[in-house]
T-cell receptor, first 117, second 113 residues
Framework: GDSVTQTEGQVTVSESKSLIINCTYS????????LFWYVRYPGEGLQLLLK?????QKGSSRGFEATYNKETTSFHLQKASVQESDSAVYYC??????????????FGLGTTLQVQP | DPKIIQKPKYLVAVTGSEKILICEQY?????MYWYRQSAKKPLEFMFS???????DNQTASSRFQPQSSKKNHLDLQITALKPDDSATYFC????????????FGPGTRLTVL
C-alpha cells in the first residue's frame, strides 16, 4: 500500500541552527502523488505549511523549504535558521487526487520539533 | 472565530453504545472529510464527501456512518463502539478544486471504555 515515513519522535535544535526533517514516501497506486507538509503548533489545529504538486518542484513557506524528489521518493523539510516559534509537530503527507476533486491524504507519524533558546 | 467546529471536544463512551461526532465548517467549502488518529498511529483517512455525496470510503466497518444534513455539515455516527475505536477524530474541508488545501478542525477525542 501507500505510506509515508518521516523522522521519528522528537528533534531538538538550538535557535538559529539549521533543521532537516526527513520524509520518504512509497506508493503503488497513486499515479501522480502530491506532497505536503502540515504543522500543528501548541494549542492549535493542523494547518498546511507547504505543498508541491509536481515532481522536481520546490515549495516554501515561513522560511521552510521542501523539494519533491521523484527519484529518491523524498520530500525532506529544511530550514536554515530555526526560531523558538517553530516548535511544533510536523507531518509529511502524500496526496492522492480522487473522485469529485477530493483528495485522500496519507500522513506520516509526525515529528516533534523542539527549538531551544 | 473558528472556521471548522467539532463537537464535543472530548467524549467518553461505553463499549456497545452509539455516538455522533459533529462537524460544521464555515469556510464555504464543498468537500468535507473525516480522518482518525489512534495512539502511535498516523492520521488515517476515513471518508470524503463532495456536494453532500459520498466520494470515498476507506473505512472497512459499516459501524462508521457519515451523515450530511446540510452542505456545511458532516457528522460521523459510530455504532456498537469498541475500545479500538478510541482515537481523535478530525474533520476537514476543502474548496472544490484539484489542488485545494484541506483545512482541519480541532478534533474530537473519543475514549471507549
Amino acid at each position: 500500500g501507500d505510506s509515508v515515513t518521516q523522522t521519528e519522535g522528537q528533534v531538538t535544535v538550538s535557535e538559529s541552527k539549521s533543521l532537516i526533517i526527513n520524509c520518504t514516501y512509497s506508493t503503488t497506486s497513486i499515479a501522480y502523488p502530491n506532497l505536503f507538509w502540515y504543522v500543528r503548533y501548541p494549542g492549535e489545529g493542523l494547518q498546511l505549511l507547504l505543498k508541491v504538486i509536481t515532481a522536481g518542484q520546490k515549495g516554501s513557506s515561513r522560511g521552510f523549504e521542501a523539494t519533491y524528489n521523484k527519484e529518491t521518493t523524498s520530500f525532506h523539510l529544511q530550514k536554515a535558521s530555526v526560531q523558538e516559534s517553530d516548535s511544533a509537530v510536523y507531518y509529511c503527507a502524500l496526496g492522492d487526487l480522487r473522485t469529485g476533486n477530493t483528495r485522500k491524504l496519507i500522513f506520516g507519524l509526525g515529528t516533534t520539533l523542539q527549538v531551544q533558546p | 472565530d473558528p472556521k471548522i467546529i467539532q463537537k464535543p471536544k472530548y467524549l467518553v463512551a461505553v463499549t456497545g453504545s452509539e455516538k455522533i461526532l459533529i462537524c460544521e465548517q464555515y469556510l464555504g467549502h464543498n468537500a468535507m472529510y473525516w480522518y482518525r488518529q489512534s495512539a502511535k498511529k498516523p492520521l488515517e483517512f476515513m471518508f470524503s464527501y463532495s456536494y453532500q455525496k459520498l466520494m470515498d470510503n476507506q473505512t472497512a466497518s459499516s459501524r462508521f456512518q457519515p451523515q450530511s444534513s446540510k452542505k456545511n455539515h458532516l457528522d460521523l455516527q459510530i455504532t456498537a463502539l469498541k475500545p479500538d475505536d478510541s482515537a481523535t477524530y478530525f474533520c476537514a474541508s476543502s474548496q472544490d478544486g484539484a489542488y485545494a488545501e484541506q483545512f482541519f478542525g480541532p478534533g474530537t477525542r473519543l475514549t471507549v471504555l
